[in-house]
């Protein structure tokens, strides 16, 4: 994800126009769809506890169909995506297929919303953690610069990707969530 942004850049230093919109599209490919599912997934995986895993499952599946939603337009709608330096920071411009109805503030509300209810329910106090701290980041960069928010939590979360290491270290192994057989 990082590196198409990293091709994002490139494109927009030399005037690359189609390379730019389709480095734009393969960012956006993470960012609007994949995390959507494979972050309540992976945390589904962890989990240990029936309810919550269902829950992550669920969760997963409604951020693979919304994140659906929100990408595949673009593809077939070039237009609908425009890419722009706004404050030293990329602004991804969309037109969504929810915009006549809702806000893309809502659409940000939303997809938080499916991503963090995993997060929060897990019974992983490390994914517990991770979770406050994309929470956090989240609101910061509505707070910081709302205009290039997609870009900067983008950027936050790979920082905080680093926080993943230590999910890692302190997660039970998976002998300790299954009963021992005779």
């Not at 993470?30 to 962890?46: I, K, N, Q, R």
């Not at 409604?62 to 709608?77: A, D, F, N, T």
């Not at 890419?83 to 006549?100: E, N």
Request: with cysteine; charged share 10%; hydrophobic share 55%.
């Amino acid at each position: 994800q990082q590196a198409c942004e990293g091709l994002v850049w490139i494109g927009i230093q030399n005037g690359f126009l189609a390379e730019t919109n389709l480095a734009a599209l393969g960012f956006l490919l993470f960012a609007y769809w994949f995390w959507l599912f494979w972050s309540p997934w992976a945390v589904a995986c962890a989990e240990s506890q029936p309810i919550v895993q269902l829950t992550c499952w669920v969760m997963g599946f409604v951020g693979l169909i919304y994140g659906g939603l929100l990408y595949l337009p673009l593809l077939r709608q070039p237009n609908w995506l425009s890419v722009h330096v706004v404050h030293q920071s990329i602004q991804y411009k969309t037109q969504l297929i929810f915009d006549p109805w809702i806000s893309q503030e809502v659409d940000r509300l939303l997809y938080a919303i499916i991503i963090l209810i995993p997060l929060v329910l897990t019974s992983n106090s490390s994914l517990k953690v991770l979770g406050g701290a994309v929470c956090l980041s989240a609101i910061l960069s509505h707070w910081l610069l709302n205009e290039v928010f997609i870009s900067l939590w983008c950027f936050f979360a790979a920082l905080l990707s680093l926080l993943i290491l230590y999910v890692c270290r302190t997660a039970p192994f998976p002998s300790q969530h299954l009963p021992l057989k005779d």
